[in-house]
T-cell receptor
């Protein structure tokens, strides 16, 4: 079955530390890949997306993600976390040619001052 | 542009009652969708539409109806509410332009629904 896995439910990092959030997918073919962020009480905002081409994708707020076909992964990274990055992060995929998005269960990020 | 708007923000229903969650967008987006968000389960697609008059089921469609009579509006109807439908509901829209789901989705602020 098609699925998206975010293995870390909670992650805590200190401000200024680096961050990596994991996302793995299970599809027969490479889907379109997305990372969204949700601040408390808010809707979701797109951080970045991958369609094809360069496997390192740059997004907003200093985030980047790397697509690794061999590992079926699309991990989100940031070199130096800011307190305002505390939020919940969702990986999402959609099979090419369809419109059925599947979201991971989310990773809640806590940032220590 | 107001973007994607949802009403109401919060609603309490009794089991068996019906209601409609409203969603509107002013970006002329062809694609609109409804999700529910439950703790530990992420967002799950309920229904989606790729244009006026065209709707399809997502992952969790049971208990919900939709219609799309205009490009701007995509209401979600609960015909007979159940406690299992207690959730936060998000509407989203995008402009696929034939890319088969590759475009950014813009989300509304959500409707929090409690069914007693």
């Amino acid at each position: 079955a098609q699925s998206v896995t975010q293995p870390d439910i909670h992650i805590t990092v200190s401000e200024g530390a680096s961050l990596e959030l994991r996302c793995n997918y299970s599809y027969g073919a490479t889907p379109y890949l997305f990372w969204y962020v949700q601040s408390p009480g808010q809707g979701l905002q797109l951080l970045l997306k991958y369609f094809s081409g360069d496997t390192l994708v740059q997004g907003i707020k200093g985030f980047e993600a790397e697509f690794k076909r061999s590992q079926s992964s699309f991990n989100l990274r940031k070199p130096s976390v800011h307190w305002s990055d505390a939020a919940e992060y969702f990986c999402a995929v959609v099979l090419r040619g369809t419109y059925k998005y599947i979201f991971g269960t989310g990773t809640r990020l806590k940032v220590l001052a | 542009n107001a973007g994607v708007t949802q009403t109401p923000k919060f609603q309490v229903l009794k089991t068996g009652q019906s209601m409609t969650l409203q969603c509107a967008q002013d970006m002329n987006h062809e694609y609109m969708s409804w999700y529910r968000q439950d703790p530990g389960m992420g967002l799950r697609l309920i229904h989606y539409s790729v244009g006026a008059g065209i709707t399809d089921q997502g992952e969790v469609p049971n208990g919900y109806n939709v219609s799309r009579s205009t490009t701007e509006d995509f209401p979600l109807r609960l015909l007979s509410a159940a406690p299992s439908q207690t959730s936060v509901y998000f509407c989203a829209s995008s402009s696929p332009r034939g890319s088969g789901g590759a475009e950014t989705q813009y989300f509304g602020p959500g409707t929090r629904l409690l069914v007693l």
